[in-house]
């Protein structure tokens, strides 16, 4: 196959959070020709697992569903979701691409996104779309608006239930479901690409931090917290993991990872004050009776309008105290007990109960571009931007930029002006290119 064989896009986008969605509508608004590569098998990364946002309140999905749609729609975007990027090489002065498209075991071009398979399938699964709190089946369209709506099976959870294969192949209207799937390498080439590939929280702070007594089921982490809280979350209201209860006391540990150089990472993660107050804004909501309590080392409440949403909270009758508490074990009726330093009011070792207790994970970066793409990272892990002040979103490698958390801890605001900015980049990098072309 030569060359020219591949499919050509001006930029590759990798990542389908709100960064890569936002940079790809931008550069495809501009006219030029984008692949979005993604992961999951569905686009929309955080954003569009959260609850609500700060500091407007807004619902997460409502604004995330028009960008998810948009891009989908988009005559010059082309999505490949469910997709591993392998190895990025430079050839002349363009990218090539070569990704894998992982087995789905359903046609995407089959499926209608009807769910007949996800109800006639037997298998119950523990669902982390949901923090792991309720189940999916082995066979699932991820949630409810997932883009593209389309199932896809979980191998290792399918256990062919039914005399003529799965239950699932026999309530299929349009023969979506193959078994004998396989992996599919390909390869894309594009003049330039852009990482936007976000983040996750850190997976093993508490066993560290607090050893066996982090096991405890009603310690959860603040992304848990946000699908207890959303619309369509696993039980449609705010309750205790362990028993289905509704809490009468919640507590909030700030700082969990973050700025912690022994268990957890260096850097502060910037967005975990302002969630943890948004979280506990709807708790109390939700909960007028519960008291809810944020254990903080500082308040950091950086943005516009962040400060008033901090007192807001105070208003709302949140208590704020300074430490940072370890959990110690829990009580016969489910409640979390933490210990710590009472620095602000001079009563030393405290000992506290809490019905649910939510943890302010760091972020992590979600990938590292070791061996896939010739980028540095910088000292915390994420893509090292060469120009951090005058031009945030330019990496070590000619052509290649990167936006969002990819880059390190910010909010959504943040995320999508930086994405702006790095189709403006990518969009003054190609203008260059086809005029040195063209001398
Ligand atoms: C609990 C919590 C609550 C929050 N609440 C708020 C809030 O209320 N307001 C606010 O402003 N901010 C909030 N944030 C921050 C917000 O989540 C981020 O600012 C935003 O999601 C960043 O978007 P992103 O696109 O950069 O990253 P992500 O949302 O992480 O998206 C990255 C995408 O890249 C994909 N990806 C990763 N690696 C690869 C790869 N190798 N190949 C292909 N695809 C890949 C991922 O699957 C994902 O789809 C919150 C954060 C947390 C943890």
Redesign the pocket.
């Known amino acids: 196959m030569t060359t020219q064989e591949y499919p050509q896009f001006d930029t590759l986008v990798?990542?389908?959070?709100?960064?890569?969605?936002?940079t790809a509508l931008d550069l495809a608004e501009q006219g030029f020709q984008v692949a979005i590569?993604?992961?999951?098998p569905?686009?929309?990364?955080?954003?569009?697992r959260?609850?609500?946002?700060?500091?407007t309140?807004d619902c997460?999905s409502c604004i995330t569903t028009p960008k998810m749609a948009a891009a989908a729609h988009h005559p010059n975007i082309t999505l490949f979701t469910y997709?591993?990027?392998n190895g990025v090489e430079r050839t002349g002065s363009g990218l090539k691409a070569s990704v894998t498209q992982k087995p789905r075991y359903v046609d995407p071009d089959k499926c209608t996104g009807c769910r007949s398979c996800e109800y006639a399938c037997p298998t119950f699964v523990p669902d982390h779309e949901q923090g792991g709190f309720t189940s999916r089946k082995a066979i699932y369209v991820p949630f409810s608006n997932a883009v593209p709506q389309k199932a896809v099976m979980d191998p290792e959870n399918c256990w062919i239930c039914g005399k003529d294969g799965g239950q699932c192949v026999q309530v299929c209207a349009t023969d979506a479901i193959n078994y004998f799937d396989k992996p599919e390498d390909f390869t894309l080439e594009a003049r330039s690409m852009v990482l936007?590939?976000?983040?996750?929280?850190i997976p093993d702070y508490s066993e560290k931090a607090f050893g066996p007594a982090s096991q405890h089921p009603n310690l959860i982490?603040?992304?848990q917290?946000?699908r207890l809280l959303a619309p369509h979350g696993p039980y449609m209201r705010a309750l205790r993991p362990s028993d289905g209860k509704e809490p009468d006391s919640i507590a909030f540990i700030q700082c969990a990872g973050s700025r912690d150089l022994n268990l957890g990472v260096s850097y502060c993660?910037r967005?975990?004050c302002?969630?943890?107050i948004?979280?506990a804004m709807l708790l109390s909501g939700a909960l007028p009776l519960a008291d809810i309590t944020i254990y903080y080392m500082d308040i950091r409440a950086f943005?516009k309008n962040y400060e008033q949403f901090f007192q807001n909270a105070k208003a709302m009758g949140v208590e704020f105290v300074k430490a940072k508490p370890m959990v110690i074990g829990g009580t016969e009726d489910g409640a979390v007990r933490l210990r710590y330093e009472d620095q602000e009011g001079g009563g030393g070792g405290m000992t506290r109960e809490h019905d649910l207790v939510v943890q302010?994970?760091a972020?992590v970066p979600?990938?590292n571009p070791e061996g896939?793409v010739d980028v540095s990272t910088a000292t915390d892990g994420f893509i090292k931007s060469v120009k951090p002040k005058i031009a945030p979103t330019l990496t070590d490698m000619d052509g290649v930029f990167t936006?969002?958390?990819?880059a390190g801890?910010?909010?959504?605001?943040?995320?999508i002006v930086?994405?702006g900015a790095a189709a403006m980049e990518v969009s003054n990098y190609l203008n260059q290119e086809a005029l040195v072309a063209a001398e």
């Open positions: 990798l990542g389908a959070g709100i960064a890569g969605l936002q590569v993604e992961r999951d569905s686009i929309g990364g955080k954003m569009i959260l609850s609500k946002v700060f500091p309140l997460a997709c591993e990027l936007a590939t976000g983040y996750e929280l982490t603040s992304l917290m946000e993660s967005v975990c302002m969630y943890s948004k979280q943005g302010a994970l972020m979600a990938w896939v936006a969002g958390v990819a801890p910010k909010d959504i605001v943040d995320t930086e994405a």
